[in-house]
Nanobody
Framework: QVQPVESGGGLVQAGGSLSLSCAASGNIFGINAMGWYRQAPGKQRELVARINKDGNTDYADSVKGRFTISGDNAKNTVDLQMNSLKPEDTAVYYC??????????WGQGTQVTVSS
């Protein structure tokens, strides 16, 4: 069992920055990618950014140019630097670990609130 543990998040004014970190612990084997998803009230969970074991990254269009994801395969960690935050970035952010391309593990989530 893999357990992603998130840290970071909080409250920030629009235009500010926050960073999120996630470390995967447990029976770590076959990790294909790690990333961040978010879910705002009344909305579906959506991909924010992810990085695979080869270092390739994907970003949601809404965060391109503002957010940067980075990962460390040796430490099984993934970080998300969020700049120029907007009120619409307010959501619960979840760390995701994908193993073997088909098994997903989720963190408990961390709140990010951006005030206008």
């Amino acid at each position: 069992q893999v357990q992603p543990v998130e840290s970071g998040g909080g409250l920030v004014q629009a235009g500010g920055s926050l960073s999120l970190s996630c470390a995967a612990s447990g029976n770590i084997f076959g990790i294909n990618a790690m990333g961040w998803y978010r879910q705002a009230p009344g909305k579906q969970r959506e991909l924010v950014a992810r990085i695979n074991k080869d270092g390739n990254t994907d970003y949601a269009d809404s965060v391109k140019g503002r957010f940067t994801i980075s990962g460390d395969n040796a430490k099984n960690t993934v970080d998300l630097q969020m700049n120029s935050l907007k009120p619409e970035d307010t959501a619960v952010y979840y760390c995701n670990v994908n193993a073997f391309g088909s098994v997903d593990y989720w963190g408990q989530g961390t709140q990010v609130t951006v005030s206008s």
